[in-house]
């Protein structure tokens, strides 16, 4: 029997940072994939927020 892989990559999911800050009803969120190995740390990307409607930075939340 072959040994069963390792899963490395995993759903993750983004949150906009400026949503919860703010007094907008909503919180704009994304699900994405990433390599736990190559990327341990916590993914920031700049996203489209359509509550805040513009671009602005979105980080990973477990």
């Given at each position: 029997?072959?040994?069963?892989?390792?899963?490395?990559?995993?759903?993750?999911?983004?949150e906009?940072t400026?949503?919860?800050?703010?007094?907008?009803?909503?919180?704009?969120?994304?699900?994405?994939?990433?390599?736990?190995?190559?990327?341990?740390?916590?993914?920031?990307?700049?996203?489209?927020?359509?509550?805040?409607?513009?671009y602005?930075?979105?980080?990973?939340?477990?």
């Amino acid at each position: 029997m072959a040994k069963k892989a390792t899963k490395a990559r995993a759903v993750i999911h983004l949150e906009c940072t400026t949503c919860r800050s703010s007094g907008v009803p909503g919180v704009s969120r994304y699900a994405t994939r990433k390599n736990k190995k190559n990327t341990p740390a916590r993914l920031e990307l700049r996203k489209y927020c359509r509550f805040e409607r513009q671009y602005t930075v979105h980080k990973e939340i477990k």
